[in-house]
């Protein structure tokens, strides 16, 4: 179908602007400018009992920065479930304010805790930084579920593009450290590392993300062409070290007709069919990457919105 028409409006107001791109800018200049365009379009942000910014140990002696959503007062009798969220940004922009409305959003509608982990981003931090330091939060919050009233049999990972990619090689690591998971909730995903399929050539320019800019992204954050073929980069073709996909969690995956990235995030939905996973594949017509954080402009998000908080709901029994 046609592109929706606000989106079709949007995306002819960034055109006449004239703006720079992120690929045309450094890394640094590219987060301020993220940052400041990131919650223009944005839903209203939800009232919270409390959203509180932690800090998480990780494995190398740093600390994480993680803001902690409880939609309402914690009952220490009846653990809260908790999605640990990853935002997008291509591994090089973005953070945990640039995702406040969405995550405000999952908890509310998802009646749930959410922990949005703001990893270290490249070029600073090259791969496998971002995985270590997502995995890392996961297992923190599993190992202090109790402290902070999160029912620790009752996780789910999360993330849009980059921290999608995030969230399901999460959810394999999970299985092999023995952390049951109750859903991957994938929305439009970074699956391969290259940029062959279809929905790259076709929608390359004039979609929000540019193949430049993804290359741009991938350039920063892997330290030689052999990280493409690592499967924590590349879930979907990667090759290297590959543990294999049967029996992690059920997924949830958004793709948008009009992203680059539409083609790999439905191939990844067979990949972990074709190995005996369940999967929950919504394709939104019209749509384009990054259409979750439009909610304040384009009234049609407000499905995708309802359906992800529904899959939270039924994966953690809370409907």
């Given at each position: 179908m046609p592109l929706n028409p606000k989106i079709e409006q949007m995306l002819d107001m960034i055109a006449r602007a004239k703006r720079p791109q992120l690929h045309e800018l450094t890394a640094q200049d590219a987060r301020v400018s993220y940052e400041k365009s990131a919650p223009i379009l944005e839903i209203a942000s939800a009232p919270m009992f409390a959203a509180d910014d932690l800090r998480i140990p990780i494995r190398d002696g740093a600390t994480l920065r993680a803001r902690l959503y409880q939609p309402v007062e914690p009952s220490w009798a009846e653990p809260a479930p908790a999605l640990v969220y990853y935002h997008g940004g291509g591994f090089t922009v973005g953070s945990v304010d640039t995702h406040d409305a969405l995550c405000r959003m999952f908890a509310r509608d998802g009646r749930c805790m959410v922990l949005s982990v703001d990893y270290r981003l490249a070029p600073e931090y090259k791969f496998p930084t971002a995985v270590e330091d997502a995995f890392d939060a996961l297992s923190w919050l599993h190992q202090h579920a109790a402290e902070y009233g999160v029912d620790p049999a009752r996780l789910a990972v999360g993330g849009d593009s980059a921290g999608g990619t995030l969230a399901t090689v999460c959810a394999v690591?999970?299985?092999?450290?023995?952390?049951?998971?109750?859903?991957?909730?994938?929305?439009?995903?970074?699956?391969?590392?290259?940029?062959?399929?279809?929905?790259?050539?076709?929608?390359?320019?004039?979609?929000?993300?540019?193949?430049?800019?993804?290359?741009?992204?991938?350039e920063h954050y892997v330290r030689d062409a052999s990280d493409r073929d690592d499967w924590r980069f590349a879930p979907l073709d990667g090759r290297r070290g590959e543990p294999g996909f049967r029996g992690v969690a059920r997924a949830w995956i958004a793709t948008a007709e009009y992203d680059p990235l539409s083609d790999e995030g439905e191939a990844y939905a067979e990949k972990l069919r074709a190995q005996g996973n369940a999967v929950t594949l919504r394709r939104y017509p019209g749509m384009i990457h990054e259409f979750f954080k439009l909610g304040g402009f384009v009234p049609e998000v407000a499905e995708a919105h309802a359906d992800a908080a529904a899959a939270l709901r039924a994966a953690f029994g809370t409907d």
């Open positions: 690591l999970a299985r092999d450290a023995g952390i049951a998971l109750a859903l991957q909730l994938l929305i439009y995903p970074g699956t391969t590392g290259y940029q062959q399929t279809d929905s790259h050539t076709r929608l390359a320019d004039g979609f929000l993300l540019a193949g430049d800019t993804i290359q741009w992204f991938f």
